[in-house]
């Protein structure tokens, strides 16, 4: 089982592998602005310059980064989540022969992936409103049918003897019902 200092090492080298900016000790602090701009582009998640900063070991900091921060470098990665990448790592440490669980190709493949998923989503969602739209239709476009009370009747006839149980008797008239039964 990886550390997360070993997790956190190979997320951000598959950072560096999708920026194609070459090594990271000759990122300069325009870099890592560029890099927290992109985030909250790509993302619409906000994480600080001087935070990747501390990740990547130009600022001084000795404890792991917050929950939210790693989940902004896993999705960045490709990943859903920091679990997510936890999780396919792990199983790509035990199962080599992956290609989904740690991406090579600096996400490209789980990129694939998410637009697939999305794809389906989208197909699914898609046909449950068109079944939905055709239900309403059939459900408010069904005839109707006007019931007159009167050509129904029920009556209840107690009958009374000694002791217990009493029993009640039901008579109805449902001739005119245009239901079988």
């Given amino acids: 089982m990886l550390t997360d200092e070993e997790l956190l090492a190979k997320i951000k080298s598959l950072i560096e592998a999708r920026l194609s900016w070459g090594d990271s000790a000759d990122w300069t602090n325009q870099?890592?602005?560029?890099?927290?701009?992109r985030f909250q582009?790509?993302?619409?998640?906000s994480v600080s310059h001087v935070t990747l900063k501390r990740i990547w070991g130009k600022l001084s900091?000795?404890?792991?980064?917050?929950?939210?921060?790693?989940n902004a470098l896993a999705k960045f990665a490709g990943y859903e989540s920091w679990r997510n990448f936890k999780v396919n790592t792990e199983a790509n440490i035990h199962n080599p022969e992956s290609s989904f669980a740690y991406p090579q190709d600096g996400g490209k493949?789980?990129?694939s992936l998410v637009i697939k998923n999305r794809l389906n989503y989208f197909l699914v969602v898609g046909f449950a409103?068109?079944?939905?739209?055709?239900?309403?239709?059939?459900f408010f476009s069904r005839k109707k049918v006007d019931v007159n009370f009167l050509d129904y009747s029920l009556s209840v006839h107690k009958v009374l003897r000694a002791g217990l149980?009493?029993?009640?008797?039901?008579?109805?008239?449902?001739d005119k019902s245009l239901m079988d039964g």
């Fill in 129 to 138: 409103s068109i079944a939905f739209v055709v239900g309403l239709t059939l």
């Fill in 31 to 37: 870099d890592f602005i560029a890099l927290s701009t």
């Fill in 165 to 174: 149980p009493n029993s009640v008797i039901f008579d109805y008239n449902a």
């Fill in 61 to 70: 900091y000795n404890s792991l980064p917050q929950i939210y921060t790693l």
């Fill in 109 to 111: 493949k789980r990129a």
């Fill in 41 to 45: 582009k790509e993302m619409d998640l």
